[in-house]
């Protein structure tokens, strides 16, 4: 069970993601690799929707593999190219977490490892069995 | 508590913090979303010093609400536009870290979610109740 | 004893790097801040390569410090100043990481925090004693 803190002394959140998360002494805690918008097949899907749908379809391959689902997203980063592509990521992330908002963490970088990846996300999450 | 590691087989630290930092498996752990200059009405903070600060101080609020202070943090990330920024980062932080040296890591980004903001702090903080 | 992640539903990964790793309830958590190529003495090493190496020894004596080594590593994230440096990076982090390949995130940054820095590692570990 992860708990959420937004305390009221501070401003709300920039969009729909939490200030703080934590979770227990008894979790297991996973890290996911920062996740692109490759398919399985490794072919690079073209634009920044399908990029960003495809990262986050990644890590939520990750998380079932750990026996996990958004819901146990501790925090989540993501690394843009540029700021035009912040309302699409954000549109896309609240399709993905309709019941939690994770902790978030969100910039520009120079370049990513390919030329042609848009985006990249990567997660913290855990889980008490 | 936090458990920090500055071996002398490597070069000290550049600047007040610890090379690693530790908590045992009695922790709860929280992580801190990415802290802007942006005071609890929404209004951006004009310049690196306020900004910074403000930054800080809602770290530390967020980290209140877990029950938990500065004292507690493991792991703190910041994130500037320009080098030029960094010595008025570390005085801040060594303002607001006055018992502890967390492990920490610090870079300039391409840009943040917001044209005006300078600085983005974020934090992993663990304390064992 | 880390668990790693590599699902079949997503292609795999782009080197030898896990997509998740994760480590459970008992396990003892160490941050280790961003590793330079910076020599016991203070003396920045030249070239890509020569950092490289030097950032992945000091964070091994960190690791080391916590009673931890590179089989405990869970994530790795890499900074970088251009995309030419990946594969001396690639090159060097398969040296290093033998018998495991953690969860990874790499990104090229705008600056480090000293112009003469080429490279920035950091690491998180998870340790069951």
Do not use: C
Not at 20 to 36: F, N
């Amino acid at each position: 069970m992860i708990k959420f803190h937004n305390p009221s002394t501070i401003g709300a959140p920039a969009s729909r993601y939490s200030h703080g998360a934590e979770a227990g002494p008894g979790a297991r805690w996973l890290h996911v690799s920062g996740q692109v918008g490759v398919d399985p097949s490794g072919k690079i899907l073209p634009g920044i929707e399908a990029q960003t749908e495809r990262a986050f379809r990644n890590v939520e391959a990750i998380l079932k593999s750990a026996g996990m689902g958004f819901d146990d997203v501790v925090k989540i980063n993501t690394f843009l190219l540029t700021r035009d592509d912040v309302p699409v990521l954000r549109t896309l992330r609240d399709r993905m977490f309709t019941k939690t908002a994770p902790a978030s963490t969100l910039f520009m970088v120079a370049a990513l490892a390919h030329p042609d990846w848009l985006v990249e996300i990567e997660a913290v999450a855990a889980r008490q069995d």
